[in-house]
């Protein structure tokens, strides 16, 4: 892990650029207090997105039991809910969990995987909504379904463009007191008032499964130290773009990308975050 000092990057950065300076200052935040991100999320992706928090200097926790996701969310910097394997038990968990992050003031991310797919994973999905997550994360067709139009989902995948979403994002942002980020090729941030706009990324990220779900936790960490939920999500959005773009570099496909990407994590710096990070 490189330098972890924000305070000359962010000088160089423009003050027309605000965003790019509050994700250099998350980016070290993160570094500085290796938030524990409680994560209630699925098989597949378990061990991605605790290794995407230790790369970026986070400290990941795994919890799903229903006698101590309370507990835990209580000593938790974050709450990640994914819904993307569902059990009655796992939905159980989630709910005690996002209440409790409620009542402590604890952010928390809802990531509405394959919402659309099933009516128990949509009606769970909303159920969890109407708890008021920090930041709901999903692509176009997941947020399309939570919102009530269920056309263009197909699995987890998104038939849908961001822009298409941009409108029920705002809905559900102004609804529920949420910040919304819809994924794509290009990724927008809204909390019914302001939009934000992500270009990074890269086009083989899509081919490794669960990297949406490692953004989300990445969401979390950033979440915990940024409280300003918009400049959190735009922060993770950008870092893992970057971090993305230079895995691809020199990644030869999907499965050295998954390598690549935890590395370019951990040696992700602030002067490279200022110079490569697109937000408007």
Known sequence: MTDVSSSDAT???????????????????????????????????????????????????????????EDFTSISSALVVNIGTLSPSWVSAM?????????????????????????????????????????????????????????????????????AALEAATILAQRHGTTVVITGAEDIATDGARVVRCGNGHALMPRVTGLGCSLSAVTGACLAVERDALHAAAAALAIFGVAGELAAAQAAGPGSLQVALLDALYTLDVDTLASRARLS
């Not at 965003?19 to 570094?31: D, E, I, K, Y």
């Not at 500085?32 to 992706?45: E, G, Q």
């Not at 769970?124 to 692509?139: D, E, H, I, K, S």
């Open 11 to 69: 000088a160089r950065v423009p003050a027309s650029q605000p965003l790019v300076a509050a994700a250099l200052r998350t980016l070290t935040g993160v570094r500085a207090a290796a938030p524990l991100v409680h994560n209630i999320t699925n098989y597949v992706v378990m061990n991605n997105s605790a290794n995407a928090l230790l790369a970026l200097g986070a400290s990941p926790a795994m919890v799903h039991a229903l006698e101590e996701v």
């Open 95 to 163: 709910q005690r969990a996002a209440v409790r992050a409620g009542e402590r003031g604890i952010p928390w991310v809802l990531d509405p995987v394959g919402a659309g797919a099933t009516a128990y994973r949509t009606d769970t999905a909303r159920a969890l909504l109407a708890l008021r997550p920090t930041v709901l994360r999903g692509n176009a067709s997941e947020i399309l379904a939570v919102a009530g139009d269920v056309g263009g989902t197909k699995g987890v995948d998104s038939t849908a463009g961001s822009e």
